[in-house]
């Protein structure tokens, strides 16, 4: 390739160093694809003769059914998925192959193979997010009614939905979706053209091979074209969004499985025993996923690193790229897919979560919420009285709802029997109303909106 100007091939140490083919074989698809591109523009504009063009075109195709077929053959002298699809391409069609490489470098090459590999992984993880929303919807409205504790500090706070609860998970992963969307409108042009840094003396067609391969436009400046990594680093930044909300639910769902909690029971299909204690159902898949996100973590952290001190344009560092990439795919592809199934086969356990909802006086405010409300107590001594009302709850060992209204009225005279129509963890979460609260028909309401946005009759 360069061997011209070196009189001794690379060392061997170079050589291992230096060769990419190990991981880029993962872009032959995209290589072929943008090669198909650009050689046929070449020959529109009348920079290849015609018939060459046409027997790299031929040759491209039975490399790409070679590559289907056998896999992609790995030589470290032949560095890069670039190279080894150019020489393979020699031996098939002779000489004729060198001219696929006019007006072109292995700089706008990569950048574009590139983000079309980067476009792909986009759409495999926009259709994951759906199936994973669906399920959460799905769960979200059978349990719309559900009643368990909502908690802050990890303490039981209020008395929420199960559905309410799911459907927060839901927006989080609405949003990462559209982060993914960002990302992809925002890679949408393509650096083919750019040649190695400066742009070419040849008469290009760059809005035609941005067309062919389904890109908006081409990118606007030669430079940029061939140095920035954006486009996957912005897909790696909403991949970590999405492993953090993932890693959030799977810390939930084992909690929820340990035996103190019992809220749920997870599928069999993700769940696994223990080697040594027969009793053992161990929350196996929600772990991985919650550890996969710190690897994902780990590998935008690289990326960023590895892109933060270089000179533009392109320098060989940027060759480390694609390793983060791919390891996120395939983290965080396994990590939705699992949760979708956990999300799909768990059990909740309606009587362990109730009870627990009703544990740790978990209406208190809203018998301070009826005091101002009702009887018209400043909230600030609303919530002195209703202190003193848990105090006596604890006092006699029972429930806050469960003190009769005359042990309430000792507390305070002007408490009155409505009070139990919010005192019990049903009543307490049919009446937070406010929009987006967790009552059941607001629950309803947002799954409606849900279903609707996802295209999901009602
Ligand atoms: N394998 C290289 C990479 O992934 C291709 C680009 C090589 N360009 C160069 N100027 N050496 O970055």
């Known amino acids: 390739m360069w061997g011209g100007r070196f009189a001794e091939g690379p060392s061997a140490l170079m050589r291992e160093i230096n060769a990419s083919i190990a991981f880029d074989k993962r872009m032959w698809r995209q290589d072929i694809e943008a090669s198909k591109a650009h050689v046929a523009m070449l020959g529109a504009q009348g920079i290849v003769p015609a018939e060459d063009a046409a027997a790299i075109a031929q040759g491209l195709d039975t490399i790409?059914?070679?590559?289907?077929?056998?896999?992609?053959?790995?030589?470290?002298?032949?560095?890069?998925?670039?190279?080894?699809?150019?020489?393979?391409?020699?031996?098939?069609?002779?000489?004729?192959?060198?001219?696929?490489?006019?007006?072109?470098?292995?700089?706008?090459?990569?950048?574009?193979?590139?983000?079309?590999?980067?476009?792909?992984?986009?759409?495999?993880?926009?259709?994951?997010?759906?199936?994973?929303?669906?399920?959460?919807?799905?769960?979200?409205?059978?349990?719309?009614?559900?009643?368990?504790?909502?908690?802050?500090?990890?303490?039981?706070?209020?008395p929420v939905t199960l559905g309410h609860h799911l459907m927060a998970y839901y927006e989080m992963f609405r949003r990462d979706r559209s982060r993914f969307a960002d990302a992809r409108a925002r890679a949408d042009e393509c650096p083919l053209g750019a040649a190695a840094l400066a742009g070419t003396s040849y008469p290009l067609d760059r809005e035609a091979t941005a067309r062919a391969l389904g890109f908006a436009r081409p990118t606007a400046n030669s430079l940029d074209s061939v140095s920035d990594r954006d486009f996957a680093l912005d897909h790696l930044m909403a991949a970590a969004q999405c492993a953090l909300h993932l890693s959030r639910l799977a810390e939930e769902l084992i909690i929820w499985a340990s035996q103190p909690f019992g809220f749920v029971r997870l599928g069999d299909d993700f769940s696994t025993g223990s080697s040594i204690m027969p009793q053992k159902r161990n929350p196996d898949a929600a772990e991985l996923v919650r550890g996969h996100s710190g690897r994902i973590l780990g590998e935008l952290v690289a990326l960023c690193t590895?892109?933060?001190?270089?000179?533009?344009?392109?320098?060989?560092?940027m060759q480390d790229d694609k390793e983060p990439v791919f390891a996120v795919q395939d983290l965080?592809?396994?990590?939705?897919?699992?949760?979708?199934?956990?999300?799909?086969?768990?059990?909740?356990?309606?009587?362990?979560?109730?009870?627990?909802?009703?544990?740790?006086?978990?209406?208190?405010?809203?018998?301070?919420?009826?005091?101002?409300?009702?009887?018209?107590?400043?909230?600030?001594?609303?919530?002195?009285?209703?202190g003193r009302a848990v105090k006596l709850a604890d006092d006699r060992g029972t429930a806050l709802w469960e003190l009769s209204v005359e042990d309430l009225r000792t507390v305070d005279a002007r408490i009155d029997a409505s009070v139990y129509d919010v005192l019990s963890p049903e009543a307490s979460a049919r009446s937070r109303t406010s929009y987006g609260g967790t009552a059941p028909d607001q629950v309803r309401a947002q799954v409606a909106a849900a279903k609707a946005a996802l295209g999901i009759k009602a």
């Not at 590895?306 to 560092?317: C, H, N, R």
């Open 64 to 158: 790409a059914g070679e590559y289907e077929a056998e896999g992609v053959p790995e030589d470290k002298a032949l560095e890069d998925i670039h190279m080894h699809v150019e020489h393979r391409l020699t031996q098939l069609i002779g000489p004729a192959a060198g001219r696929l490489h006019t007006a072109r470098s292995r700089n706008d090459q990569v950048a574009t193979d590139f983000r079309l590999w980067v476009r792909r992984a986009n759409d495999k993880i926009d259709v994951g997010l759906e199936f994973l929303l669906k399920a959460l919807v799905a769960r979200a409205e059978e349990h719309a009614e559900t009643i368990m504790p909502g908690f802050t500090h990890l303490q039981v706070a209020q």
């Open 306 to 317: 590895t892109m933060k001190g270089l000179p533009l344009a392109y320098s060989k560092d």
């Open 332 to 386: 965080i592809e396994i990590s939705i897919a699992a949760m979708t199934g956990m999300v799909r086969t768990v059990t909740f356990d309606r009587d362990r979560m109730r009870a627990a909802a009703a544990s740790g006086h978990s209406t208190a405010t809203d018998l301070a919420d009826w005091l101002v409300r009702v009887a018209g107590v400043p909230f600030r001594e609303a919530h002195h009285i209703t």
